[in-house]
């Protein structure tokens, strides 16, 4: 079955400051995997995705992921981070039934 | 495209009510799924639906809680009697089937039901 960790509740780094979100997974076929975001009374919005093909992962609003089989992780980063950067951010994985299995879920703060 | 819809916004009820939740999926998806999110226990998959057929419907928490895909364009999830634990945000989702399994899922906004 799969599941899905992400490290750290909560995550707070200065505005212009590395984002580094981490996300490890469990599955026992090649995984599909995805980074969603949530900002507040929203739903959530797909940021990007990873099938096959290249392990290193580009989404919208700067982000990217790389996945990493040896290490079964697909953390989410960011260059500079933006004050409109905060949100809660969501790793998940889906199986070949559709079904997609969140995380728990990081809140990111970005301090001015 | 108008994304996925999902109504009322926010519904406010006393325990013991019946409440109908409805979404609306994008056009063309056949598949959806309904969450619940919750502070204690984050995002849980209720049910899901592949061409208005029930493929899993393991999450729903107990037979209070039942929904229905009468065609591809409406899906209702209804809590009967409700109950002040029931309290979260709950949210539809639909995604397109086929060799696009792998494109994720298109979130509604959800509807934030509050049971006194």
């Not at chain 1, 507040?40 to 990493?68: C, D, W």
């Not at chain 2, 419907?57 to 209702?76: H, I, L, V």
């Not at chain 2, 995604?95 to 049971?115: D, H, I, K, M």
Request: hydrophobic residues 35%.
């Amino acid at each position: 079955a799969q599941s899905v960790t992400q490290l750290g509740s909560h995550v707070s780094v200065s505005e212009g400051a590395l984002v580094l979100l981490r996300c490890n997974y469990s599955s026992s076929v090649p995984p599909y995997l995805f980074w969603y975001v949530q900002y507040p009374n929203q739903g959530l919005q797909l940021l990007l995705k990873y099938t096959t093909g290249a392990t290193l992962v580009k989404g919208i609003n700067g982000f990217e992921a790389e996945f990493k089989k040896s290490e079964t992780s697909f953390h989410l980063t960011k260059p500079s981070a933006h004050m409109s950067d905060a949100a809660e951010y969501f790793c998940a994985v889906q199986n070949q039934g559709g079904k997609l299995i969140f995380g728990q879920g990081t809140e990111l703060s970005v301090k001015p | 495209d108008a994304g996925v819809i999902q109504s009322p916004r926010h519904e406010v009820t006393e325990m013991g009510q019946e409440v109908t939740l409805r979404c609306k999926p994008i056009s063309g998806h056949n598949s959806l799924f309904w969450y619940r999110q919750t502070m204690m226990r984050g995002l849980e998959l209720l049910i899901y639906f592949n061409n208005n057929v029930p493929i899993d419907d393991s999450g729903m928490p107990e037979d209070r809680f039942s929904a229905k895909m009468p065609n591809a364009s409406f899906s209702t999830l209804k809590i009967q009697p409700s109950e002040p634990r029931d309290s979260a945000v709950y949210f539809c989702a639909s995604s397109p089937r086929g060799e696009a399994v792998s494109f994720g899922l298109f979130f509604g906004s959800g509807t934030q039901l509050s049971v006194l």
